[in-house]
């Protein structure tokens, strides 16, 4: 992901940052993640992947490691590709994804 252009589609991304919860706690260096995946890493992806223009809606939760995450995400997973598929329009919220790493 990141090396091969940006999709050209709308994306909703979820992001835990509770990887504590399964034992990987946040690393000084370079933040929190959900025992997958360091948030910020994510975080500049999308920023990459908004700044050419993908739609892009970010959501991350600081207390939910990625197994726990996945309740939250499947609820509004869900209701985002509803909206997808009933054909209203997306929406982003680039503008809010705060700062990443440098990847």
């Not at 690393?27 to 929190?32: A, D, K, L, Q, Y």
């Not at 500049?44 to 939760?61: D, F, K, S």
């Not at 990625?66 to 009933?86: F, K, T």
């Amino acid at each position: 992901m990141g090396n091969w252009g940006s999709p050209r589609i709308p994306m909703f991304v979820f992001q835990g940052a509770a990887g504590w919860i399964e034992g990987t706690p946040a690393s000084p260096s370079v933040g929190p993640g959900d025992g997958i995946m360091v948030a910020k890493d994510v975080r500049t992806l999308v920023r990459q992947y908004c700044e050419a223009g993908t739609q892009v809606e970010y959501r991350e939760y600081p207390f939910a490691g990625h197994v726990i995450a996945a309740v939250p995400w499947a609820v509004e997973g869900y209701l985002w590709l509803e909206g997808r598929l009933r054909g209203t329009p997306t929406t982003d919220n680039c503008a809010t994804v705060p700062q990443g790493n440098e990847l």
